[in-house]
Antibody, heavy 123, light 107 residues
């Protein structure tokens, strides 16, 4: 079935970097834009950025510019998100999500989500 | 940047009651880009409504969406026990954004 499976939980110290993976299966990975969304404990959803199907083009939320890098490996159908200079406020669950177009491209949705990866930043 | 404001923050209801959740945008949003998601504790969000008023596959017809421009709403006709969750509206513009969420809890 169509699914996104993310890597496991991470614990990092302030100032370190973390790289999370998101492996796609059940569909043609290189046909879809992908996004990352995060959720701090007890908080709402926060959009982080998008990467195009080929991986050549990316766009990041201004808040994360300079600290986030999104990449993808079409040979393994895997998406990556690396966040650097971690601080305690980056403690959150990070989700990958597939962008899809419904009804002959009239509508835009996040239709498939990974299960989430908990990143804890603590000294 | 479009900001989405959801109200109320929390809605306390008994099963069988009707729920109306509001999502107000700081600028006009195309209905093409307005969707609603449901999230239960420890789970990823799930697509409920797309295009402001279209139910996603497998979503019961007690869920309905409406609105245009800057004002949108999600209605649950009669809340079932499995509907107690947090609901987020979302706009997919040049800078995608989610509303702050409305928690539907058991009264």
């Amino acid at each position: 079935q169509v699914q996104l499976v993310q890597s496991g939980a991470e614990v990092k110290k302030p100032g370190a970097s973390v790289k999370i993976s998101c492996k796609a299966s059940g569909y043609t990975f290189s046909d879809y834009y992908m996004h990352w969304v995060r959720q701090a404990p007890g908080q709402g959803l926060e959009w982080m950025g998008i990467i195009n199907p080929s991986g050549v083009s990316r766009s990041y939320a201004q808040k994360f510019q300079g600290r986030v890098t999104m990449t993808r490996d079409t040979s393994t159908s895997t998406l990556y998100m690396e966040l650097s200079s971690l601080r305690s406020e980056d403690t959150a669950v990070y989700f990958c999500a597939r962008l899809n177009y419904y009804d002959t491209s009239n509508y835009v949705v996040f239709d498939i989500w990974g299960q989430g990866t908990m990143v804890t930043v603590s000294s | 940047e479009i900001v989405l404001t959801q109200s109320p923050g929390t809605l306390s209801l008994s099963p069988g009651e009707r729920a109306t959740l509001s999502c107000r945008a700081s600028q006009s949003v195309s209905i093409r880009f307005l969707s609603w998601y449901q999230q239960k504790p420890g789970q990823a969000p799930r697509l409920l409504i797309y295009g402001a008023s279209n139910r996603a596959t497998g979503i019961p017809d007690r869920f309905s969406g409406s609105g245009s421009g800057t004002d949108f709403a999600l209605t649950i006709g009669r809340v079932e026990p499995e509907d107690f969750a947090v609901y987020y509206c979302h706009q997919y513009g040049s800078s995608p954004a989610f509303g702050g969420g409305t928690k539907v809890e058991i009264k």
